[in-house]
């Protein structure tokens, strides 16, 4: 495990949860359910693929 890619990973856990809060906020904003906010939900999907990939470095010791 490198420092370098343990780093990268925790930026990204922190982007994730800051995209899912800001989804989680909108939704009870508008009531509107997540298909209907394409800008947040698109967001936090992005941001959770983007972890999932780091975490995919970090468990292959890259």
């Known amino acids: 495990m490198k ?5 990268q990973a925790i930026i990204e856990a922190a982007r994730f949860i ?3 809060k800001q989804l ?5 904003a508008t009531g509107y ?7 947040e939900s698109g ?4 941001a ?3 972890l ?6 970090l468990r292959q010791g890259r």
């Open 3 to 7: 420092d370098q890619t343990l780093d």
């Open 18 to 20: 800051q995209a899912a």
């Open 24 to 28: 989680r906020t909108a939704r009870r």
């Open 33 to 39: 359910d997540f298909g209907s906010l394409p800008r």
């Open 43 to 46: 967001l936090a999907r992005r």
């Open 48 to 50: 959770s693929m983007d």
């Open 52 to 57: 999932t990939r780091k975490l995919a470095d």
